[in-house]
């Protein structure tokens, strides 16, 4: 059973464009949703996080939009760029736990 | 500041035989945690460790897997017996406190372990 669901499973995005990463849940116990960047061969970095009680939030070029309703989040990469090219992973932390459950992934491809 | 280390970064075993991976935290920090990634797969979380306890060992198989975090030296992640299905790659976690909602966890490159 997906606790974190993610989609699309590949993304292809000319440079300068916007890359859509969604990510639904089911689980209401879930009380923080980071964002995670993988390159090949590397482990996952933090790339931004949004707890549940905030519907957007920005960093840089980087945006995670939170519906609490629907139980949905995405992230929004804005002017993507081909160093940009990676694996995102969302991920949901389980309250009451230490646990962090992460979606499949997306592997992002930005042409130059 | 040393980012989470682990070694080995790769790894080769023929079944049947043991795998150790170690994980040296983050400066300052003292809870760990596993993860696995299996191929085309997300990580899927192993257990939890503060020094010299397991606190959460839920995702764990019940054979042949076991993990320790002793008072000195780094975390082991310890496969006995070892499948092509064991075949993934490791990933450990550090932060400073109990990650919670209020921290985050900090993840090493990993040790691609391969079980011919």
């Known amino acids: 059973q997906q606790q974190v669901k993610q989609s699309p499973q590949s993304l292809i995005v000319q440079k300068g464009g916007i890359s859509i990463i969604n990510c639904a849940y089911e689980?209401?116990?879930?009380?923080?949703f980071p964002w995670y960047q993988q390159f090949p061969g590397k482990g996952p970095a933090l790339l931004i996080a949004?707890?549940?009680?905030?519907s957007e939030k920005k960093e840089g070029r980087f945006t995670i939009s939170f519906n609490k309703s629907a139980k949905q989040f995405s992230l929004h990469i804005m002017d993507s760029q081909p160093g940009d090219s990676a694996t995102y992973f969302c991920?949901?932390?389980?309250?009451?736990?230490?646990?962090?459950?992460f979606g499949k992934g997306t592997k992002l491809t930005v042409n130059p | 500041n040393a980012g989470v280390m682990q070694n080995p970064r790769h790894l080769v075993r023929r079944r049947g035989q043991e795998a150790r991976l170690r994980c040296s935290p983050m400066?300052?920090?003292?809870?760990v945690y596993w993860y696995r990634q299996l191929p085309e797969e997300g990580l899927k979380f192993m257990v939890y460790?503060?020094?010299?306890?397991?606190?959460?060992e839920s995702g764990m198989p019940k054979e042949r897997f076991s993990a320790e975090f002793p008072k000195e030296g780094p975390s082991i992640l310890r496969i006995q017996q070892v499948v092509r299905g064991d075949s993934a790659a490791y990933f450990c976690?550090?932060?400073?406190?109990?990650?919670?909602?209020?921290?985050?966890?900090?993840f090493g490159p990993g040790t691609r372990l391969t079980v011919l």
């Open positions: 991920a949901a932390h389980q309250g009451g736990s230490e646990k962090l459950v």
């Open positions: 400066k300052g920090h003292s809870h």
């Open positions: 976690a550090s932060s400073p406190v109990a990650s919670g909602n209020t921290d985050t966890q900090y």
């Open positions: 460790l503060q020094k010299e306890n397991i606190i959460d």
């Open positions: 689980n209401t116990a879930f009380d923080y």
């Open positions: 949004i707890r549940p009680d905030v």
